[in-house]
């Protein structure tokens, strides 16, 4: 099976525009979660999305939004960037929400955002 | 709020010598996941452990879990310099996680010949 693949890969912005980001999980994977992961605060949720739904969101702004497609894939997108939205944006999947039957979440490679 | 603590966050050892990196976690969980980051690369699975006195192991790494103690670890053995990651151990909490996995700070492991 493929992996979970994430576009683009690198992204430089400036401050003040929006971006999104793109998951496509693994096939048959109905799960969906957000990641950011800085050198300061580590790796946080973002959230999750199951059967085109959010079901769980991290302690992040409104600016960070997303949404899931009836094929699983998931995009999520930041308004209004600032610097400190420069991180490691990763997506993961699996089968089930919230790891339902304690499945692992398999990690994309991620998106680099470079807001300047 | 969930709360995960990794130790040490930096270790430099020697190849062939033994050490544990160890994960303790603030609310009772039962489902406990070890990852690997390489640098500039995504998260690779290792272990999922999911009850108390789980024990796995996967050439020279070996996780358990104790979950009364709030604590896993993730012990390596006769290291080898392939083993130089960045190791995360992660928490669902129990009952639903609402604020997804919880991801300790990780532990920044360097492997000398």
């Known amino acids: 099976k493929a992996g979970v693949t994430q576009t683009p890969r690198y992204l430089i912005k400036t401050r003040g525009q929006q971006v999104t980001l793109s998951c496509s999980p693994i096939s048959g994977h109905r799960s969906v979660s957000w990641y950011q992961q800085t050198p300061g605060q580590g790796l946080q949720f973002l959230f999750e999305?199951?059967?085109?739904?959010?079901?769980n969101k991290g302690n992040f702004p409104g600016r960070f939004s997303g949404r899931q497609f009836s094929n699983s894939r998931s995009e999520m997108n930041v308004s209004t960037l600032e610097l400190g939205d420069s991180a490691l944006y990763l997506c993961?999947?699996?089968?089930?929400?919230?790891?339902?039957?304690?499945?692992?979440?398999?990690f994309g490679p991620g998106t680099r955002l470079l807001v300047l | 709020e969930l709360k995960v603590e990794q130790n040490p966050l930096f270790l430099s050892m020697q190849e062939g010598k033994n050490y544990t990196i160890y994960c303790n976690y603030s609310t009772t969980s039962d489902r406990l996941y070890w990852y690997r980051q390489d640098p500039g690369k995504s998260l690779e699975s290792l272990f999922v452990l999911l009850s108390n006195g789980a024990v796995k192991q996967e050439g020279r790494l070996m996780a358990s879990l104790d979950t009364k103690a709030r604590l896993s670890t993730l012990h390596i053995t006769a290291a080898v310099h392939d083993l130089s990651a960045t190791y995360f151990c992660a928490v669902l909490l129990s009952g639903g996680g609402a604020d997804g996995l919880t991801f300790g700070k990780g532990t920044h492991l360097i492997i000398q010949p």
């Open positions: 993961a999947s699996s089968p089930y929400l919230e790891g339902g039957r304690g499945e692992t979440q398999y």
């Open positions: 999305y199951f059967s085109e739904t959010q079901r």
